[in-house]
C-alpha cells in the first residue's frame, strides 16, 4: 500500500537534508512524500546556552505539534535532539543507520587542540563538549556556540573562535568533509547518545505510518542507540548534561563506554564507565536488553559519583 507522507522538519540546512534523505527512501517505496518546514523554539533562542532554556527538546516540540493536528504525517530528528522519553501518546517508529558518531575538530588555523596556543578560544555550546575539553585542556576558554552549522562556522572563519567541535556527521552530510582538520577518538571525546543517527517520530496510535517505516530501522544502530539512551534516560533524562556515552557492536557483543564531568569543576577528573553483554540483535528483546546495559554503565557513573554535585 503506497501513501501521500507529509514530513514535519526544522529549516536548516542539515535538517532539510535529514529529511529529505528519509523523502528519497520513502519515494523508492513508491510513496509520494513532501515537506513541511518548520521555525522552532530551539531555532529561536540563541543568546543562551540550551541547557539554560529548556534543552534540546526545544528542536521538536513545533514539530510533535504537527504530528498530533494532522498537519504532518512524521517527522524527522537528529536523534540526539530528541528528549530520552517522548511525551505521552508519541514514538519513535525508526532508527535509521548511523553516520560518522564522531566529533570534528574545525580550525582554519590550527591542525589539531594540540596545536592551540594556551589560552586560545573555543567555541561549542555543549555541556558534554565542554567537560571533555576542559580535561584535555585546561588552560582553553570555552565560549559559547549556538546557531546552525552554517551560522557556527561563519562565526569560527570570521575569527571569533580559535577553532570548534561541531559533530562530523553534519559536516559529512552536507558536503564539508574537507572542513574537519581532525576527527577525535571516541574514546577521547565519547559522542553524545545517538550522534549521527538520524530518528523518525510519530503519533503512537498510527501503527500504520509504524509498518510503512519499519523497513527503513538499522537494527544494529537502534541497539547501540538504545544502550546508549539508557544511559541518559538513567541519569536524569536530559540531553542537556554532561554526559557522553557510546556503544559498538561487533560480533555478537555489545559494548558501551560513558563518561561524565563537572563543567564547574575544571581540576576534577572524569568519571568512566563501562560494560559489555552478548546480545542477538534479532531476540524480541534486543531493544531492552540494550537498555539495561545502558542503565548498568549509568549505575556504574552514579556510584562514582555522578550527579553529586
Known amino acids: 500500500m503506497t501513501s501521500h507522507l507529509i514530513i514535519a522538519t526544522r529549516e536548516s540546512r542539515l535538517a532539510l537534508w535529514q529529511a529529505n534523505h528519509v523523502k528519497h527512501l520513502l519515494e523508492m517505496q513508491g510513496h509520494t512524500v ?82 592551540l596556543p594556551e ?29 546552525n552549522l552554517d551560522t557556527r562556522l561563519r562565526k569560527l572563519d570570521e575569527g571569533q573562535y580559535a ?6 556527521a553534519g559536516l559529512k552530510r552536507l558536503g564539508l568533509k574537507d572542513r574537519i582538520r581532525h576527527a577525535f577518538a571516541l574514546d577521547t571525546m565519547t559522542p553524545a547518545a545517538g550522534q549521527g543517527a538520524i530518528g ?36 536524569g533524562g536530559s540531553c542537556s548534561m554532561p554526559l557522553a556515552a557510546h556503544a559498538t557492536l561487533a560480533s555478537g557483543q555489545l559494548s558501551i563506554h560513558a563518561t561524565w564531568g563537572d563543567p564547574q569543576l575544571k581540576n576534577t577528573p572524569l568519571i568512566h564507565a563501562r560494560a559489555q553483554c552478548t546480545l542477538d540483535t534479532s531476540a524480541p528483546d534486543a531493544l531492552s536488553q540494550a537498555t539495561d546495559l545502558g542503565k548498568r554503565v549509568a549505575q556504574q557513573l552514579i556510584s562514582q559519583g555522578a550527579l553529586a554535585h
Open 34 to 115: 513532501s515537506l513541511l518546514g518548520m521555525t522552532t523554539q530551539g531555532d529561536q533562542i540563541l543568546d543562551q546556552p540550551l541547557s539554560k532554556v529548556g534543552g534540546k527538546g526545544l528542536f521538536i516540540k513545533e514539530l510533535e505539534v504537527a504530528l498530533a493536528d494532522g498537519s504532518a504525517h512524521i517527522a524527522v530528528h537528529s536523534l540526539k535532539d530528541v528528549p530520552m522519553d517522548l511525551p505521552e501518546g508519541y514514538q519513535l517508529a525508526c532508527i535509521l543507520e548511523r553516520e560518522d558518531p564522531r566529533d570534528a575538530w574545525v580550525s582554519p588555523h590550527f591542525e589539531s587542540l594540540a596545536h
Open 119 to 147: 589560552g586560545a578560544v573555543v567555541g561549542t555550546s555543549s555541556l558534554r563538549r565542554t567537560v571533555l575539553l576542559q580535561a584535555l585542556r585546561p588552560d582553553l576558554k570555552i565560549e559559547p556556540l549556538r546557531g
Open 163 to 168: 577553532g570548534i567541535v561541531l559533530a562530523s
Open 200 to 235: 523518525i517520530e510519530i503519533c503512537a496510535d498510527r501503527q500504520d505510518l509504524h509498518r510503512i517505516l519499519s523497513s527503513l530501522n538499522h537494527l544494529p544502530t537502534a541497539v547501540q542507540v538504545y544502550a546508549e539512551r539508557g544511559v541518559s534516560r538513567t541519569m
